[in-house]
Nanobody, 117 residues
Framework: QVQLVESGGGLVQAGDSLRLSCAAS????????MGWFRQAPGKEREIVAT????????YYGDSVEGRFTISRDNAKNILYLQMNSLKPEDTATYYC??????????WGQGTQVTVSS
């Protein structure tokens, strides 16, 4: 199985940028679909962005389209999320997920992003 550790969260002001990283260990991520999710207090976990195994295809949630960019470095076993033009409504705990070919998912422990207005 694969283990995931997120990093890069923090407290920023509206309009700032952050880059989240998700370091994987235990297995190469080459064969894993991966994604970023987030959960704000009192809300359900939602998809932020996903990326195919090769990195050729990406999907973004409506609220982050045009501001966030997901990418992966399979050689380094790392998933990234570049977040630009951050808004207070982006405040949440951000989670990394890896899903294998049979659909089994693995989650990281999350990293907190807080955007002040």
């Amino acid at each position: 199985q694969v283990q995931l550790v997120e990093s890069g969260g923090g407290l920023v002001q509206a309009g700032d940028s952050l880059r989240l990283s998700c370091a994987a260990s235990g297995r190469p991520i080459t064969n894993y679909w991966m994604g970023w999710f987030r959960q704000a207090p009192g809300k359900e976990r939602e998809i932020v962005a996903t990326i195919s195994e090769s990195g050729a295809n990406a999907y973004y949630g409506d609220s982050v389209e045009g501001r966030f960019t997901i990418s992966r470095d399979n050689a380094k076993n790392i998933l990234y999320l570049q977040m630009n033009s951050l808004k207070p409504e982006d405040t949440a705990t951000y989670y990394c997920k890896a899903r294998n070919y049979i659909g089994f998912g693995f989650w990281g422990q999350g990293t907190q992003v807080t955007v002040s207005s």
